[in-house]
């Protein structure tokens, strides 16, 4: 069975850091590239940043590029995103994705990150 | 960025109703496109990726269609389970961007 499982959220202040882990089972995770998509309370899905199996394929969304950095070790079947400059607008749960034809397929049950003072 | 652009945004439906969300992309995105369910409190479902390819596990009753820039979800008979929102999400050039989502409720 497949299962994905964030941790690492929580209360932050602005312009703060933080870093968020996904620890993936259940699927051979060095295949398959993988994503995190954000929502923010009572919003709709924002995709945030997505790798590939190698990571030598990297994006990010407009809002987070040079604040954000995703990595993941593929030994450890583990995905990770760095928040650095946190913004009040960063609040939002976290979710990881797997990716299957291009687009994310599993998810896990998301992480709350809250920015505040 | 190409924006995705959803309608409607809300929708009242009896069960039993035939249902149909649209998706329409701001640039042609051929068929890189994937429909999503989200119940609250809950992380979002694939029902359809490749616009048109039913995800395994999801009932008959869910289909896609569409090509280039304008996609839709069609729900041919509601069930009770089926109350939710409704994204798309479109991966045809970076970044991905999601619809704003169709709350469907019932009436």
């Known amino acids: 069975e497949v299962q994905l499982v964030e941790s690492g959220g929580g209360l932050v202040k602005p312009g703060g850091s933080l870093r968020l882990s996904c620890e993936a089972s259940?699927?051979?995770?060095?295949?398959?590239?993988m994503n995190w998509v954000r929502q923010a309370p009572g919003k709709g899905l924002e995709w945030v940043s997505a790798?590939?199996?190698?990571?030598?394929?990297?994006s990010y969304a407009d809002s987070v590029k040079g604040r954000f950095t995703i990595s993941r070790d593929n030994a450890k079947n583990s995905l990770s995103l760095q928040m650095n400059s946190l913004r009040t607008e960063d609040t939002a749960v976290y979710y990881c994705?797997?990716?299957?034809?291009?687009?994310?397929?599993?998810w896990g049950q998301g992480t709350l990150v809250t920015v505040s003072s | 960025d190409i924006q995705m652009t959803q309608s409607p945004s809300s929708l009242s439906a009896s069960v039993g109703d035939r249902v149909t969300i649209t998706c329409r992309a701001s640039?042609?995105?051929?068929?890189?496109l994937g429909w999503y369910q989200q119940k609250p409190g809950k992380a979002p479902k694939r029902l359809i990726y490749?616009?048109?390819s039913l995800q395994s596990g999801v009932p008959s009753r869910f289909s896609g269609s569409g090509s280039g820039t304008e996609f839709t979800l069609t729900i041919s008979s509601l069930q009770p389970e089926d109350f939710a929102t409704y994204y798309c999400?479109?991966?045809?050039?970076?970044?991905?961007?999601f619809g704003q989502g169709t709350k469907l409720d019932i009436k």
């Open positions: 994705a797997r990716e299957l034809y291009h687009l994310p397929d599993y």
């Open positions: 259940g699927f051979t995770f060095s295949s398959y590239s």
């Open positions: 790798i590939s199996s190698s990571s030598s394929f990297i």
């Open positions: 640039q042609g995105i051929r068929n890189d």
């Open positions: 490749g616009a048109s």
């Open positions: 999400l479109q991966h045809n050039t970076d970044p991905y961007t």
